[in-house]
T-cell receptor, first 119, second 111 residues
C-alpha cells in the first residue's frame, strides 16, 4: 500500500524554537510538497521539490525552509517558530508531471498531517 | 494570486438528499481535481478532469469540468453519512507544478 508518512501527528512548541517536520514517501515519487491548512483558507503551498536537493518557493515560504537530501524524504524547518505558524501541515508527493509512468493522473498523495501549536 | 472559490462553505443535509458543490475561478486550468478529506487524515483524490465539458461519474458522485475549464461542480445523489467530509477542488495550470486549492466545502450528512 502506497504511503506518505509524517513523523509527528501533534507537536506543541514555544515561540522561538526550531521545529522540524519530517515526511517520507515510499512510492519513488519525484515531486514532494509541503502545504499548510487553515480553516477557510484551504491548502496553501509552502515549498515544492521536484528532485533531490531542488526546491521552489510556494505561495507562503516566509518563515520556512526545506531540505531534500534523499528522494524519499522532504523536511520542513521552522527556524524560529511563531504563534502565527500554528496550523495543520500536510506533506504530499506525486509523480513528475508529464511522466510516462503508467496511470500518471497528477494525483497528490498526502500524509495524515502534523498539527503544530506554537505557544 | 489565482483563486478557487468553493461554494457553499458548509452544508448539512439529511440522508437521501441530493447536493451540488461548486468550484469557480477566473483562471483556465489544464486539469482539475476533487479530493475528500476526513477528520485526522490527509485529502484523498476522488477524480481528475482534463477536458472542457468532461463529465465523470464515481458511483453516486458526478463531476463536471466547465467548457472553458475555469469551473467545476460535484453533484452527490442520495447522500449517505459516509459522504461526510471536507471536499476540496484543486486546479493546475499548464506548465506549472502548482495546484491551487479551493477553500473547501464541509459536508455533513445526517442519518
Amino acid at each position: 500500500d502506497v504511503k506518505v508518512t509524517q513523523s509527528s501527528r501533534y507537536l506543541v512548541k514555544r515561540t522561538g524554537e526550531k521545529v522540524f517536520l519530517e515526511c517520507v514517501q515510499d512510492m519513488d515519487h519525484e515531486n514532494m510538497f509541503w502545504y499548510r491548512q487553515d480553516p477557510g483558507l484551504g491548502l496553501r503551498l509552502i515549498y515544492f521539490s521536484y528532485d533531490v536537493k531542488m526546491k521552489e518557493k510556494g505561495d507562503i515560504p516566509e518563515g520556512y525552509s526545506v531540505s531534500r537530501e534523499k528522494k524519499e524524504r522532504f523536511s520542513l524547518i521552522l527556524e524560529s517558530a511563531s504563534t502565527n505558524q500554528t496550523s495543520m501541515y500536510l506533506c504530499a508527493s506525486s509523480l513528475r508531471f508529464g511522466s510516462g509512468r503508467a496511470r500518471n493522473t497528477g494525483e497528490l498523495f498526502f500524509g495524515e498531517g502534523s498539527r503544530l501549536t506554537v505557544l | 494570486t489565482q483563486l478557487l472559490e468553493q461554494s457553499p462553505q458548509f452544508l448539512s443535509i439529511q440522508e437521501g438528499e441530493n447536493l451540488t458543490v461548486y468550484c469557480n475561478s477566473s483562471s483556465v486550468f489544464s486539469s482539475l481535481q476533487w479530493y475528500r478529506q476526513e477528520p485526522g487524515e490527509g485529502p484523498v483524490l476522488l477524480v481528475t478532469v482534463v477536458t472542457g465539458g468532461e463529465v465523470k461519474k464515481l458511483k453516486r458522485l458526478t463531476f463536471q469540468f466547465g467548457d472553458a475549464r475555469k469551473d467545476s461542480s460535484l453533484h452527490i445523489t442520495a447522500a449517505q453519512p459516509g459522504d461526510t467530509g471536507l471536499y476540496l477542488c484543486a486546479g493546475r495550470t499548464s506548465g506549472t507544478y502548482k495546484y491551487i486549492f479551493g477553500t473547501g466545502t464541509r459536508l455533513k450528512v445526517l442519518a
